[in-house]
């Protein structure tokens, strides 16, 4: 086993180790940082598979900002007391998972060209970006307008209007003390 | 680097079997969020994995569009969390039952 198959395998044991830790927790701020933690350890992976212009994006966007942004969200809201006590979806989904995990291994596995070894090779970031430009320029065009819409409906939805809705759709939950007012500055 | 496909595959699926059951499981709508996510580097993971199996930089380039679209996504349905939670002043989607006569 050669020092590359040795660093992949002990990556895939923590990315597996911490995401399963984090869709186990019940407080969302500790899944949060379990998951930060898996997405260091898939870009390393990355990093590892040859995409290293792709590992700093990843740790960039994901457990960057996309891990504090959550965060952010979870510090806004208010826990009910009703998420922490309840076990009865696990079976089901559990199940599922297992059902789902081994058809995708038998269907991994019955593929031949699954025992091929990979070969290392590494995508320059220059040589990337290149690529990328010359015959994907439209799709990352799109994307920025992707992005931009998304930013726009954000904006909309954001907007604060629940002196006139409040009259009109009286909530049955009376909302909690400070959840109305605390969130946007 | 003499890791099979296979390896880095079941890695990835096994993952995305987390991330399904994160998704179905939690009834909290943000702990539903973050199972998307974790799909979503599932299939990231799958991809470069194919990248450097056939030698291809496209591969690649769909991962960069993976994280463009999930930054997307989680922004907006933060948002839209947020914007129940105001309205009905809870995150758990059992309780969201304005429509109920």
Same mark, same amino acid.
């Given at each position: 086993?050669? +020092?590359?198959?040795?660093?992949?395998?002990?990556?895939?044991?923590?990315?597996?180790?911490?995401?399963?830790?984090?869709?186990?927790?019940?407080?969302?701020?500790?899944?949060?940082?379990?998951?930060?933690?898996? #997405?260091? =350890?898939?870009?390393?992976?990355?990093?590892? !598979?040859?995409?290293?212009?792709?590992?700093?994006?990843?740790?960039?966007?994901?457990?960057?900002?996309?891990?504090?942004?959550?965060?952010?969200?979870?510090?806004?809201?208010?826990?009910? $007391?009703?998420?922490?006590? /309840? /076990?009865?979806?696990?079976?089901?989904?559990? !199940?599922?998972?297992?059902?789902?995990?081994?058809?995708?291994?038998?269907?991994?596995?019955?593929?031949?060209?699954? %025992?091929? +070894?990979?070969?290392?090779?590494?995508?320059?970031?220059?040589?990337?970006?290149?690529?990328? #430009?010359?015959?994907?320029?439209?799709?990352?065009?799109? /994307?920025?307008?992707? /992005?931009?819409?998304?930013?726009?409906?954000?904006?909309?939805? =954001?907007?604060?209007?629940?002196?006139?809705? @409040?009259?009109?759709?009286?909530? $049955?939950? $009376?909302?909690?003390? %400070?959840?109305? %007012?605390?969130?946007?500055? | 680097?003499?890791? $099979?496909?296979?390896?880095?595959?079941?890695?990835?699926?096994?993952?995305?079997?987390? %991330?399904?059951?994160?998704?179905?499981?939690?009834?909290? !709508?943000?702990?539903?969020?973050?199972?998307?996510?974790?799909?979503?580097?599932?299939?990231?993971?799958?991809?470069?994995?194919? @990248?450097?199996?056939?030698?291809?930089?496209?591969?690649?380039? #769909?991962? +960069?569009?993976?994280?463009?679209?999930?930054?997307?996504?989680?922004?907006?349905?933060?948002?839209?969390?947020?914007?129940?939670?105001?309205?009905?002043?809870?995150?758990?989607?059992?309780?969201?039952?304005?429509?109920?006569?």
């Amino acid at each position: 086993m050669s +020092l590359y198959a040795a660093v992949f395998y002990l990556l895939g044991i923590v990315i597996l180790t911490a995401t399963g830790l984090a869709v186990t927790r019940r407080q969302p701020v500790h899944a949060v940082l379990y998951l930060i933690v898996a #997405f260091l =350890g898939t870009g390393a992976l990355f990093f590892l !598979l040859g995409a290293p212009l792709l590992a700093a994006f990843l740790v960039i966007v994901y457990a960057g900002a996309i891990m504090v942004l959550v965060l952010f969200v979870i510090m806004m809201l208010q826990r009910s $007391p009703r998420e922490l006590g /309840l /076990l009865s979806e696990w079976g089901p989904a559990t !199940l599922l998972g297992i059902v789902f995990l081994a058809v995708a291994v038998a269907m991994v596995f019955k593929d031949p060209g699954s %025992g091929i +070894l990979l070969k290392g090779a590494v995508a320059r970031p220059r040589d990337f970006g290149r690529f990328l #430009f010359d015959r994907y320029w439209l799709a990352i065009e799109i /994307l920025s307008v992707l /992005l931009l819409v998304a930013l726009v409906a954000i904006i909309q939805l =954001g907007k604060r209007r629940d002196c006139e809705e @409040s009259e009109k759709f009286p909530s $049955p939950h $009376p909302s909690p003390p %400070g959840g109305e %007012g605390e969130g946007e500055g | 680097m003499i890791v $099979p496909l296979g390896h880095v595959f079941l890695l990835a699926g096994i993952t995305f079997a987390m %991330g399904l059951v994160c998704l179905v499981a939690h009834r909290n !709508l943000v702990m539903t969020l973050i199972g998307v996510e974790v799909m979503m580097n599932a299939a990231a993971i799958a991809f470069v994995a194919a @990248s450097l199996r056939w030698q291809l930089m496209e591969g690649q380039a #769909f991962v +960069l569009f993976i994280l463009a679209v999930s930054a997307a996504e989680i922004s907006l349905g933060l948002m839209l969390v947020i914007s129940l939670y105001r309205r009905t002043g809870s995150v758990d989607p059992d309780r969201y039952d304005i429509l109920k006569w």
